[in-house]
């Protein structure tokens, strides 16, 4: 059952770090989904392939476009709908109330009476890996087509880049909680961040 609200009693689902209970280990390195595992990846890594590969493969740019597009749109309410909640147990979405407001909502999985996780490690590197590399690589291609004055491919990289950080945003803000928190977090890591350089700085000075 998923819960909206505060990150109290929500699910923390690990972006990277394994848990240290080794009874616990092989249990979390299995995949239980692994039917959308695929799909979290395939939508998005094959857009990226297909634009890689499609001046080589077929002359047609409106056939390239129109693929990649289609794509981006798949991989965009694959992730959205289903493999968030399955993968990591978190979900967001739009919602407009009885006074034609619109709402964004961002909730968490419950974590159960036991205290027992329903995604496991493995899926959990799968999704965050999947979910932050793309979007990443999309940005490298829009300044890429920018610079090279490749304006027909413009068009196509903004909307990878738009649908596939749109669900990064989402999910970071189901993770994270309000907007605060991810700005709190934010500078709390670059606080550290800028405190571990002077450190290492001044042993380098004191040595």
Known sequence: ???????????????FDADDDVSRRSKKSKIR?????FFHLFFRVSAIVVYLLCELLTSSFIACMVTIILLLSCDFWAVKNVTGRL???LRWWNQVDDDGRSHWVFEARKV???????????????????????????????FSALFSFKVK?????????????????????????SRKNLTSMA????????????????????S
């Open 1 to 15: 059952k998923l819960r909206q609200g505060s990150n109290d009693d929500i699910e923390d689902v690990s972006l």
């Open 112 to 142: 159960s009476a036991q205290g027992s996780k329903t995604s496991s490690e493995a899926e959990s590197r799968i999704f965050w890996l999947g979910l932050i590399t793309c979007p990443m690589i999309w940005v490298i291609f829009a």
């Open 153 to 177: 491919w413009l068009a196509v990289v903004v909307m990878g880049v738009v649908l596939q950080g749109a669900n990064l945003y989402g999910y970071i803000r189901c993770k994270v909680g």
């Open 33 to 37: 989904h692994p039917v959308a595992s």
């Open 87 to 89: 993968m990591v147990g």
């Open 187 to 206: 500078t709390s890591y670059l606080g550290k961040q800028f405190l571990r350089q002077t450190v290492a700085k001044e042993d380098q000075t004191a």
